[in-house]
């Protein structure tokens, strides 16, 4: 909400129409002889061999899977195939203008993208620079395999790019990504192969952030999101389509950041989505290329092309990396293509005809490409017959490779038990991922709330123990505020990006301050598309840079699910280490606003291999969690809450520090000693769990031990399993509902690790398991002091005098769970 | 108009008894003074006869079970009469009922009516409800989980409740409870965190396999006087540092006093002196003077007596009793001699009052009747010293024979030290040696 852009009534309400350009369908037309200019007898021949490559690796692939046996060698493949043979000419033709640093990302479906894009970057970069490339991938373990008697070291190369696809492929640790990635997920990202990705359209908002970190960070090349035509079915894709375009990026972005983002939306249209037809039967936009028109103005320079020929797709790159190049994307491409196998090999081929697979088959793309070459005179049968034989020994000798054992084993988990585990995160501290001198509008002690910090009390009680008001203590948020100011004047790549983040400063005031201090380009407004917010995020992290997003309410993780749990989670593991993903997430749980925003969801989060989860309730802790994010490389789920942005700092008695400094995420931490029971709490409850503890020392003479979890993964239990030893009795206390939430996976452990110590069963003192009702019937809902009281006398210890006003028996447990509520 | 029979409260340190026999079943006729039950504490046997006439309408406890002082054991009136209002553990009218407090959970008091541990820990299907950690102190220290008092949640008992039961002394492991240690075997476990698991246990050690000879035997239940003297017994001499010196006197002029009386008894009317009441003067006297052997060793302290209360171990059908003979050192010996016997006749019959089954300051036990002619006694804790009368036996001195009688004095290193217990020894075989003369002096 700029102030400098007013919505005119005026304006907004005058009559017109909104006015169409025409959409080029299919216009390419040129004859080979016309091509002559731009490319050279080789040129020609080597598209051919590229796609004959292809060919033969996906040919190799499907008589593995159909028959178990290919050119005399069998083998059994029991992961996924899904094949693009009858797609090769639109694989070698996107990649043919494509350098090193244009990044593809692709699906489900991009065996041909992968070796296309690598043959290409193999042709176009020198000998010395391969060479080092492949030395230096994996200790040149891949280079060691296929080095023999090749002519060159492109041949070599070639050798190197088919055998690190196909031994991922057969899940070799050999692989590209030691076969943790496997067929839907191979990348090799020196080639400027970034992820595939098995979710339909997964890639479309992670290449989109990945463009993004390009035009922060103002590095050369494009990116491209191939995705297929089903994917337009999908939410994210239609978000990274929109955030790609918005208005900002060319009305408010500064000098030098202004413009389209670098990005080709292309969609490979094979016209199905596993077997259900988009034209005709799925969707509506009967030819893809019209989607472009609704996103923007300039329709996304949207056009069909033929990706049954080449020599159309290399023309349609050309035109559309000059538009980029000058600074007009992004653009949409609907790139036609047949797929002449199934979806995979299990498809029965139930919903298309023999007519139509016989239609497509007379038009193949090899041999219609060859014939016109041939017919133009650039070379006879012989000599496609010759590439044909050698995409086959090529494919043949590879085959041998992968599949032996000896030299491409599968990890062994029991010799290396780590070797999973050891990638799950990257776990560096790096202070700044951007090399440049970070970019923003003030310095920093200039910064109206970095000067509005400095009068604050950073403890919240004064020398005679009385509690400081509101409006002088430091607050929770602004913990947080000093810790990611910190980072955007030290780490020129950090980027904040969400709902209402600049001017208005974030729905919570955690932000406020900061649209002073930084250019639109590293902090701005998103559109409410959470799955863009956090797939982008995935993208700029990939690509090496670090960022901040915020999905404001806990609850809209829903709404970026995928984006969590497949991409930001998922991909440091599956490149076996290759990528990092500093990201951190902020959500924050909500309070008063009823039951779709108020949800902690920190056990959904726990549950995902894959991401570090944390819920500082301090403002010291706060502030010192998130510097630890910002120093970290793995993503990190934030949690927030809003009970609690306004507290002050209880328990570190010399106040908050100014300086910087950082709280390990994984420790839990003893907020009051004690000797009779522990409490362990997640987020704000500690403040409920407290007042239990003031009770039950001044009513009770219990003794209570209260630990906040702080962090939920990692979770060092060191601490809590001593406490336990030493009270034997555990209440475990969250705002989350309390069926299947984390204080239940805790209490299990403590169960298994303190079990011999434990005087009565852990007890877990959770949310109802109902909608939360209105803020006037929270304590109905939300744990409170005295449900922890009851919980204690009827399920530990009965309190002398204490009168249950909550049900916390066995019976009732059992009633709860028979219905479950 | 039903009367309910009380469990009576035998001297004022006892709150339950064992009901070992009932003499009258329910639906029999009872007469006033005929026996109703016989019941027993940890230290004496007694009888209940009825005090009123009619049937025996209901019987709240099985032999062998133990009852709490003045809790309704029995109830006896006419037939037909209600006595429900009688049984024990209801409670009285106009207090709320136990169904009305289960329902209204806020209500739940906060202390658990006082319960017997045997059935309040245990839920229906038997397993006793127990934490782990009260269960691993349990193990750890030998106590009897039977005697906790659960305070925890849903009846369950707590380490808290454990370590009352070890103040209370109910220390004791019971063989059934644990196949394992009783086997004697050292298994090593290969549960999670080195538990030892039921297969360790099933697993046959090495060289196991052959058959043992299998020895006939006859299970006999420990009574409680057994349990109560096995514990005490134990414990005396494992936590006590105790020694025996031997001496002997030359019993000569005793047998001529002893003589003297007997001839004499009829005419004078004087009560039977044994020699042991002879020697228990003698050690009365005796003992005021050696006053770390009149006392109780605490450990940390000393606790030093003004008057010599003997314990007079006494052997009966139902095992070691010792009553206490309190002021022994202001009695005659005829008085010694008279209460002696009483108290010995009262713990012979089972009717010694437990009051006067504690206090003793120190002990004199004889097996000199039974010809053993040394021993090492052992002190009945906290006491510092017990005296041993041995047989008497014929011994020579510059060639002349004379009938000599041993002592052996166990004392507590701990609290005195040998030369002060030879010297109190020594006291003692001077005032025996010349009773006669000593008697007239003190």
Known sequence: MPKSQMIDPKDVRKKGYVKFTDIPVNQYSKSIKQEEANFSADDFLRIYRDMA???????????????????????????????????????????????????????????????????????????????????????????????????????????????????????????FNKGLGGSMHAFFTDFGIYPNNAIVGGSATIAMGAALYKKVNQK????????????????????????????????????????????????????????????????????????????????????RIDGNNPLAVIDAMRRKLDIIKSNKGPVLLDTIVYRMTGHSPSDSGSYRTKEELAAWAEQDVLIGYSKDLIKAGKADAGVFEQMNEYAKELITKTIKLAIDDSVSPRMNLSVTPGAIEDIMFSNQNVEKLGTDEPSVLIPMEENPRVKQLTGKIRYAFDENGKPVSKNKVYQLRDGLFEAIIDKFYKDSSLVAYGEDNRDWGGAFAVYRGLTESLPYHRFFNAPISEAAIVGSAVGYAMSGGRAIVELMYCDFIGRAGDEVFNQLAKWQSMSAGVLKMPVVLRVSIGSKYGAQHSQDWTSMIANIPGLKCVFPVTPYDAKGLMNAALAGTDPVVFFESQRIYDIGEQFCKAGVPEGYYEIPIGEPDIKRQGSDITILTIGA????????????????????????????????????????????????????????????????????LAFDYLDAPPVCVGARNWITPAYELEADFFPQADWILDAIHQKIMPLAGHVAAGNFTEVEQIRRNKYGV | ??????????????????????????????????????????????????????????????????????????????????????????????????????????????????????????????????????????????????????????????????????????????????????????????????????????????????????????????????????????????????????????????????????????????????????????????????????????????????????????????????????????????????????????????????????????????????????????????????????????????????????????????????????????EVVKILESFSFMLALR
């Open chain 1, 685 to 752: 409850t500690l403040y409920k769990a407290l007042e239990a503890a003031d009770i039950l020392k001044g009513k009770h003479g219990i003794s209570a031990e209260v630990i906040d979890a702080r962090s939920i993964v990692p979770f060092n239990y060191d601490k809590v399993i001593e406490s336990v030893k030493k009270t034997g009795k555990v209440v475990l206390a969250s705002d989350a509902c309390e069926r299947g939430s984390h204080i239940k996976e805790l209490a299990s452990n403590i169960t298994e």
């Open chain 1, 220 to 303: 050369s090349g494009i990116v491209i999101s191939n995705v297929g035509d089903a994917s337009l079915g999908c939410g994210p894709v239609w978000e990274a389509l929109g955030m790609a375009s918005m208005d900002q990026l060319t009305k408010l972005w500064e000098e030098g950041y202004n413009g389209g983002l670098p990005i080709i939306f292309n969609f490979f249209n094979n016209f199905y989505g596993m077997g259900g037809q988009t034209y005709g039967e799925t969707m509506a936009y009967n030819i893809l290329a019209r989607v472009g028109a609704g996103v923007n103005p300039d329709q996304m320079h949207a056009e």
């Open chain 2, 1 to 426: 108009m039903a009367t309910p029979v009380i469990m009576p409260k035998q001297g004022q340190s006892v709150e339950s008894c064992i009901i070992t026999k009932w003499h009258k079943k329910v639906g029999d006729d009872v007469k006033e003074g005929e026996l109703l039950f016989s019941y027993e504490t940890d230290k004496a046997s007694f009888d209940e006869e009825a005090k009123a006439d009619g049937k025996m309408l209901a019987i709240f406890f099985e032999e062998g079970d133990e009852a709490d002082c003045l809790v309704n054991v029995c109830v006896i009136g006419n037939e037909g009469e209600d006595v429900s209002e009688f049984a024990p553990g209801i409670a009285a009218p106009g207090q709320s009922s136990p169904e009305a407090t289960k329902e209204s959970v806020s209500a739940t008091p906060a202390t658990q009516p006082e319960q017997k541990a045997e059935s309040a820990a245990a839920s229906n299907d038997g397993f006793v409800k127990i934490s782990p950690r009260a269960r691993g102190l349990a193990e750890k220290s030998g106590a009897d989980i039977r005697y906790a008092e659960p305070t925890g949640a849903n009846g369950r008992i707590m380490a808290r409740d454990i370590e009352k039961v070890i103040v209370q002394g109910k220390v004791a492991t019971y063989a059934s409870k644990d196949a394992y240690y009783a086997s004697g075997n050292v298994v090593s476990g290969t549960g999670i965190g080195g538990r030892v698991t039921t297969y360790d246990l099933s697993a046959v050690p090495a060289g196991a396999g052959q058959q043992k000879p299998v020895a006939e035997f006859e299970e006999v239940a420990l009574s409680n006087i057994r349990k109560i003297i096995a514990k005490s017994m134990h414990a005396s001499l494992s936590q006590s540092a105790q020694l025996t010196l031997n001496a002997s006197f030359d019993a000569t002029d005793i047998l001529a006093f002893r003589k003297k009386l007997k001839e004499n008894a009829e005419t004078l009317a004087l009560p039977n002196i044994t020699i042991n009441d002879i020697i228990l003067y003698a050690v009365s006297r005796a003992l005021v003077r050696h006053r770390e052997i009149n006392a109780h060793y605490m450990g940390d302290r000393m606790l030093l007596f003004g008057s010599a209360n003997i314990g007079i171990a006494c052997d009966t059908d139902r095992g070691l009793m010792v009553p206490t003979l309190f002021a022994a050192d202001k009695l005659s010996l005829a008085e010694i001699a008279a209460q002696s016997k009483k108290l010995t006749t009262a713990c012979k019959e089972g009717s010694i009052s437990p009051d006067l089954l504690t206090g003793g300051t120190f002990t004199v036990t004889n097996l000199g009747t039974l010809g053993v002619e040394s021993f090492t006694p052992v002190i009945n804790p906290p006491q510092t010293g017990i005296l041993g009368v041995c047989a008497m036996t014929e011994r020579t001195k510059n060639g002349k024979a004379y009938p000599a009688i041993g002592l052996s004095l166990t004392f507590d290193h701990r609290a005195i030290d040998g030369a002060p217990a030879a010297r109190f020894l020594q």
């Open chain 1, 53 to 175: 490559i292809i060919r033969e690796f996906e040919n190799m692939l499907l008589l593995i899977k159909t028959t178990g046996e290919y050119n005399g060698i069998a083998y059994n493949n029991p992961g996924p195939a899904h094949l693009s043979l009858g797609q090769e000419a639109s694989a070698v033709g996107q990649a043919y203008l494509l350098q090193k640093d244009d990044y593809i990302f692709g699906s489900h479906r991009s065996h041909g993208e992968i070796i296309a894009k690598g043959l290409s970057c193999i042709h176009k970069t020198p000998d010395d620079e391969l060479y080092a490339i492949m030395k230096n991938f994996m200790g040149g373990r891949i280079l060691k395999i296929v080095e023999g008697n090749q002519k060159n070291i492109k041949e070599t190369a070639i050798d190197f790019l088919i055998y690190g696809a196909l031994a991922e492929i057969f899940a070799r640790e050999t692989g």
